[in-house]
């Protein structure tokens, strides 16, 4: 699998394209996430291209930053299947944090824009903190493969198949979902994968393989809140029934 650094301003002037798995991940850490990057590559067991972006926000910085160095993206590995455009520190730290003047466009804007700058029969979305375990997507790929689904949950550690925390989707199926976003992009940072999640339970396409694990390395996960404004936006889109789309009752009330 190649693996591949941007930053989050130059989505829209290049697309991405594969004939296998194209994997985003959005991140902040540029240390952590070129170990994370590099793990998962050599794990995948298949064939395709890991995309890390760096987010910086998706327009332009302010004139009175345009001419500030640029943050850093991850040192790229010494391989020939990595690349980078991006300026790197020696020691792999962000240089210049522009993203903290300029705002960040966060998880889900930065999904979506991947989705939409790129082509490729699979799409699948990561973080910066996950673990893989070995074959963590060629297992997934498989299981959605054989049971026809569309959309894979991976071994998490937490929800057990439940929730696409981390996911795997069919790009035929996600297009028609939003108009072109992979997720709702009313969400900032959670609730998309619930919202993306029900609509594939209510379509008998959600595939749950144990040996795929995708593990979320966060010490501090259990007791961070969630966004106040995603679930709110969460509720109301149930009480719209993800626009007219699900009508199993038990489906509406899962994840409230």
Wanted: charged letters at 20%.
């Amino acid at each position: 699998m190649h693996v591949e650094f941007v930053s989050s301003r130059s989505l829209r002037e290049k697309r991405w394209e594969t004939d296998g798995v194209l994997v985003v991940m959005p991140f902040t850490k540029p240390a952590e996430a070129r170990r994370t990057a590099q793990l998962m590559a050599r794990r995948s067991g298949t064939d395709g291209l890991l995309l890390g972006v760096y987010d910086e926000g998706l327009h332009a910085p302010p004139a009175a930053l345009a001419s500030s160095p640029p943050a850093a993206a991850p040192a790229a590995p010494a391989a020939p299947s990595t690349s980078s455009p991006l300026p790197i520190a020696a020691d792999g730290n962000v240089a210049a944090d522009v993203a903290a003047a300029a705002g960040r466009a966060g998880f889900v804007a930065l999904v979506n824009a991947v989705f939409q700058s790129s082509v490729s029969p699979w799409f699948c979305y990561v973080a910066q903190d996950a673990f893989p375990g070995r074959q963590w997507l060629s297992i997934a790929l498989a299981g959605l493969e054989h049971k026809k689904g569309v959309l894979a949950s991976f071994n998490d550690g937490k929800w057990h198949g439940r929730l696409a925390s981390f996911g795997l989707a069919r790009r035929e199926w996600a297009e028609k979902l939003y108009g072109g976003d992979f997720f709702f992009p009313g969400y900032g940072r959670h609730y998309a994968d619930v919202e993306l999640t029900v609509l594939a339970l209510q379509q008998q396409g959600l595939v749950y393989t144990p040996e795929s694990v995708l593990v979320e390395i966060d010490w501090e996960k259990d007791g961070k809140p969630v966004s106040r404004e995603d679930r709110a936006l969460y509720l109301s889109r149930v009480q719209q029934r993800f626009d007219g789309r699900v009508d199993q009752p038990a489906l509406l009330e899962r994840f409230r």
